[in-house]
């Protein structure tokens, strides 16, 4: 049984980044505003010094160098909100570390004799009877289904041989609609 496993690009990482600078400056506006109602400053004082120091190594892109990752910053955060007892924005934050997790999943396609799986939330899952065609030219696979809808998708690690994966859909769409013939005159 012959299958194939394709990465796709994807922009996930950037939306993540953006998403985690928007939640470092509103941790900081949040912090900052409490602290001005001087409610718990001690754990808004900390928490502010370490969103305004995450903000900066954000800014300067040291992530990598520090091995640092954000969901560290998240749990940090998590524990200074819960330590003022606001519990709503220790909540969201908790949300994020979650939500980034699945932002930052790789999505991945099989192509076997039994269907075309993108993987993905939520699992698409097209049956090789369904597709009219399957292709994969310079990186971008397009898949054409019988009911004139067309997924194209940007191929990550183009490590696929295109001539033996277009001649393996090409085969596995016409056995499917033999079958599917054969089918409909015994019907």
């Not at 928490?47 to 749990?75: Q, R």
């Not at 709503?88 to 999943?105: D, R």
């Amino acid at each position: 049984m012959q299958q194939f496993e394709l990465g796709l690009k994807d922009n996930r990482e950037i939306r993540y980044t953006q998403f985690l600078l928007f939640s470092i400056l509103l941790n900081i506006t949040l912090f900052s505003w409490l602290l001005l109602m001087a409610i718990h400053l001690t754990a808004l004082t900390t928490g502010i010094i370490f969103s305004i120091a995450m903000l900066i190594i954000h800014v300067a892109k040291k992530w990598d160098k520090l091995n640092f990752t954000p969901h560290y910053y998240l749990i940090i955060l998590i524990i200074c909100w819960l330590l003022a007892s606001e519990w709503i924005p220790a909540l969201l934050n908790l949300i994020f570390i979650f939500s980034a997790n699945y932002l930052l999943k790789k999505i991945s396609i099989s192509v076997d004799n039994t269907a075309i799986v993108i993987h993905s939330f939520p699992k698409k899952i097209f049956a090789w009877q369904d597709a009219d065609n399957v292709l994969l030219k310079d990186g971008i696979m397009t898949i054409d289904l019988l009911n004139n809808k067309i997924f194209q998708l940007t191929v990550d690690d183009n490590i696929v041989n295109e001539n033996d994966f277009n001649n393996f859909c090409r085969d596995q769409i016409l056995q499917h609609r033999s079958i599917n013939k054969q089918n409909d005159n015994f019907a």
